[in-house]
Structures are given as structure tokens and as C-alpha cells.
């Protein structure tokens, strides 16, 4: 089912929530709205499930106008950050619950729901109550209850913001292979750029109410289109009015025309990788990205002095990406 957001705008009071937005979610993809909190994200996917009202423009889900559809006649699962569970019920009451208010067959609720704990890895859980699962464990048994009724759009509201990094790691490789099994078009939200990289085929990166830019991460990443994409969208330093990623920088220990004079002030050693934090004369700060070969070879502590040399650097002049014109380490040296 393809989801379809026309000129969608939303305020609560003196604060827009969201201006103008328009977005197309395809059939069967796994769509991420990813920006800072009070962008406007939550409250899109709030409209797309009919539970907030928009001031204009309109909704489409599998090429129908959904406004005066009722949130449960959508097609829609909801899955919300705070796991919402009815706690005097066992976890396979929890996941049967949609399909009895529907009185679906009691077989067919039994079959249903087996298959779906089995599915989210819950089957030895099922006469348990939800302060008797673990938060990863809570969160799998929400999904399983939202895919319960056979939604054709699923939505995550943060689903995986309350727990540890450790848990909510695991859980996207999970979901992922959950995606790919059941197909659903989802859609779901996060402020956490590394969750949507890693989840999502497309991103929307929303700000402001307003969004900034639809791609895939490596496009995001490689081709932002704004100086909000290129500073949310992975690492990245200003250095006067250009832009640079932190594996662009190049770092040497010797002075030349054309490199910047910089100050060591940390070393960050992350495994293979090496994050390197430089003052800059400016009082800029710029990150570099390095390989623990490279960092053994330079010998680099804080305080040192060093010079860098951008090899690649981004203007976004009136809004407009441009690619600026670094010296080259040649005519450098």
C-alpha cells in the first residue's frame, strides 16, 4: 500500500507543526522521518494514521483520500515509544487483543497469534505478563500486537528510544529482517541519524515543520541538498563558509602553502577509526577521520601543532549546494 502526503500543513496555535509538506511513501518500503525533536515528524506520522487533524491539504493511502476515515479504518498499526501494554494481560492476550474487538474467529485469533509470536521470537513469553519481559522483549510484543489485524501501513513513533544502545541495536537488525519478511510499508521516526541509516532504503529528513530532503542515506549523505543535511547527516565541520566531511580533511605534520594551521586537542581512538578534534587559528573546530595506521604513523597527541588540508569541501550558496575548489596537495607542497 503506497502512501501518499499532499500539501500538509499543521499548527497548534502560534507554532507550526508542519508547512506544507508533501512526501510519497511506496508500496512495501521502509520510509524513516528523521530530524530533532519538535521538527514536525511525529505529527506527520500522527495525520498519516488519523489521529491529529490537519489544517490543509490531504492524505492519500493505496490512492484514496483518507481524511474522513477513521484511524481504525485506515489499515494502519500503530506502535508508539512507550509500549502502551495492557498490563493485567499475558503477552498472547496482549497481541490477541486487536483481533477479538474485531471478533474475529477464535481459531483464527489462536492461529494468528501463535504464528505472529513465533514470528517476533516470543513463543516461550506467551503466558507472561509485560513487567515480566525485558524492554527489547516489551517492544517485539507491541509490534507483534500492531501486525495482529494484517495492517498494510505500519508506523513506529520512536519505537526503540527508550532502551539502551545495546538493545536498540539488536532490535534494528530484527526489524529489518521483520521487514523483509512480512512486507508491510512502514514508516517510522526517529531523531537518531545512525537508526535511520541503518534501517531505512529512504529518509526524509524533516526540519522546521518543513522537509528538507528525500533520498537514501548515501545520497543524504554524499549529496545533501541544504547546510541542515550536511550538518545532521553523518559528521561534519564548517570551516569559514565550506563545508567538510571529516574523512575529507587530510592531516600532516609539516607546514605548506594552502594547509591550515591547526591545534591537537583530542585523540579518539575507535577502533580501526581515529577522531581526531583540531582547533582551527579561526577558533573553528574541525573533525578528522583518520586510520589507526595513519594516527600510529603521525604520532598525533593533544597540543600538537599540524596543518590540514581540505580535500573536498561544500557551499550552499542561496540554498543551492556547490562543490568549492580545494588546493590541491601538488600545488600545496
Known sequence: MSIEVRGLSKRFGTFTALDDVSLEVPTGSLTALLGPS???????????????????????????????LKPRDRGVGFVFQHYAAFKHMTV??????????????????????DELLEL???????????????????????????????PQVLLLDEPFGALDARVRSELRVWLRRLHEEVHVTTIFVTHDQHEAMDLAARIAVVNHGRIEQVGSPRDL???????????????????????VRPHDLEI????????????????????????????????????VQITRDEATRLGLASGDRVWVLPQRLR???????T???PASSEASA
Open 120 to 150: 517476533v521470537q516470543l513463543s516461550p513469553f506467551a503466558k507472561r505478563y509485560p513487567s515480566q519481559l525485558s524492554g527489547g522483549q516489551r517492544q517485539r510484543m507491541a509490534l507483534a500486537r500492531a501486525l495482529a489485524v494484517e
Open 92 to 113: 498472547w492476550d496482549n497481541v490477541a487483543f486487536g483481533l477479538k474487538i474485531r471478533h474475529r474467529p477464535r481459531a483464527e485469533i489462536r492461529l494468528r497469534v
Open 252 to 287: 600532516s605534520l609539516e607546514r605548506s602553502e594552502g594547509r591550515i594551521a591547526a591545534k591537537v586537542e583530542r585523540v579518539v581512538h575507535l577502533g580501526f577509526e581515529v577522531r581526531v578534534e583540531l582547533s582551527l587559528e579561526s577558533g573553528e573546530i574541525a573533525l
Open 38 to 68: 519538535g521538527s514536525g515528524k511525529s505529527t506527520l506520522l500522527r495525520i498519516i494514521a488519523g489521529l491529529e487533524r490537519s489544517d490543509s491539504g490531504e492524505v492519500i493511502i493505496s490512492g484514496k483520500v483518507a481524511k474522513d
Open 221 to 243: 549523505y554524499e549529496q545533501p541538498a541544504s547546510e541542515f543535511v550536511m550538518g545532521f547527516i553523518g559528521q561534519a565541520s564548517k570551516i569559514g563558509e565550506s563545508w
Open 323 to 325: 562543490e568549492a575548489a
Open 315 to 321: 557551499e550552499f550558496s542561496a540554498g543551492l549546494p
